[in-house]
C-alpha cells in the first residue's frame, strides 16, 4: 500500500499561473480533504470530500477549486496562483468506522512545497 | 465555529515527561486527535478521545474532558526523536473535518 501520494512535491510558479495538485489515496477511502500549512501554523483546511463526485468548502477556498471524479484521486487546482498561495500543500483522507457513525483518523500525503513569485 | 488553544513552544529533558495542554470551544464536538509532525514531513496520527478520560499508548497517553474543553498529550522517558511539532485536532460532527491547532514545537535536549 502506498498510502496518500501527492504529486508534484516540489513547484514554482509565477503570479497568474495556473496548476493542478494531484492527490491520490488506495486505502479505499471516503473523505479526503486538502489543507494548507504555512510556517508557525497550523492546517487550514481548503475544500474536502465526502465521496465520489462531491466536494465542499473549509475555511480558505477562496483562489482553489477541487474536483473528485474517482473515488481514490483528489485535485486541487490554482487557476490564477498568488504569492499568497505560497505555502505547504497536505492531503489527506480518512473513513468512517463502519455502525459507529465516527470519523477515524487523518492519513496525509508528504506535501506539495508550492512557491509563488 | 471553532477555536483551539496551545502552547508555541516547550522545552524538556532526555528521559523527563512533558505535558501538553490543548483547549477548546467548539459547536459540535466527534472526538479530538493528537498527531506529531517533524519538521519538513507529514502530521502523523498519534492518538483519539471522543469520550472522557485517559487513553495510554506506549510512552503517549492523551487525556479528554469534554465539560471542560481540555486535552492533554503526555509524553513520558522522552527521547530526542520526540522534538517535533505535536497538533491538537477537534474533528466536528460534519464530514469528519477537523480544526487544527497551531500546534507546539518540543525540543528534547540531551
Known amino acids: 500500500n502506498a498510502g496518500v501520494t501527492q504529486t508534484p512535491k516540489f513547484r514554482v510558479l509565477k503570479t497568474g499561473q495556473s496548476m493542478t495538485l494531484l492527490c491520490a489515496q488506495d486505502m479505499n477511502h471516503e473523505y479526503m480533504y486538502w489543507y494548507r500549512q504555512d510556517p508557525g501554523m497550523g492546517l487550514r483546511l481548503i475544500h474536502y470530500s465526502v465521496g465520489e463526485g462531491t466536494t465542499a468548502k473549509g475555511e480558505v477556498p477562496d483562489g482553489y477549486n477541487v474536483s473528485r471524479l474517482k473515488k481514490q484521486n483528489f485535485l486541487l487546482g490554482l487557476e490564477s496562483a498568488a504569492p499568497s498561495q505560497t505555502s505547504v500543500y497536505f492531503c489527506?483522507?480518512?473513513?468512517?468506522?463502519?455502525?459507529?457513525?465516527?470519523?477515524?483518523?487523518?492519513?496525509f500525503g508528504p506535501g506539495t512545497r508550492l512557491t509563488v513569485l | 465555529g471553532q477555536n483551539i488553544d496551545q502552547p508555541t513552544e516547550m522545552t524538556a529533558t532526555e528521559g523527563a515527561i512533558v505535558q501538553i495542554n490543548c483547549t477548546y470551544q467548539?459547536?459540535?464536538?466527534?472526538?479530538l486527535f493528537w498527531y506529531q509532525q517533524h519538521a519538513g514531513e507529514a502530521p502523523t496520527f498519534l492518538s483519539y478521545?471522543?469520550?472522557?478520560g485517559l487513553e495510554e499508548k506506549g510512552r503517549f497517553s492523551s487525556f479528554l474532558s469534554r465539560s471542560k474543553g481540555y486535552s492533554y498529550l503526555l509524553l513520558k522517558e522522552l527521547q530526542m526523536k520526540d522534538s517535533a511539532s505535536y497538533l491538537c485536532?477537534?474533528?466536528?460532527?460534519?464530514?469528519?473535518?477537523?480544526?487544527f491547532g497551531d500546534g507546539t514545537t518540543l525540543t528534547v535536549k540531551p
Open positions: 478521545n471522543v469520550l472522557d
Open positions: 467548539t459547536s459540535g464536538f466527534n472526538g
Open positions: 489527506a483522507s480518512s473513513y468512517r468506522e463502519p455502525g459507529l457513525g465516527l470519523v477515524n483518523e487523518q492519513f
Open positions: 485536532a477537534v474533528s466536528n460532527t460534519n464530514a469528519g473535518k477537523s480544526t
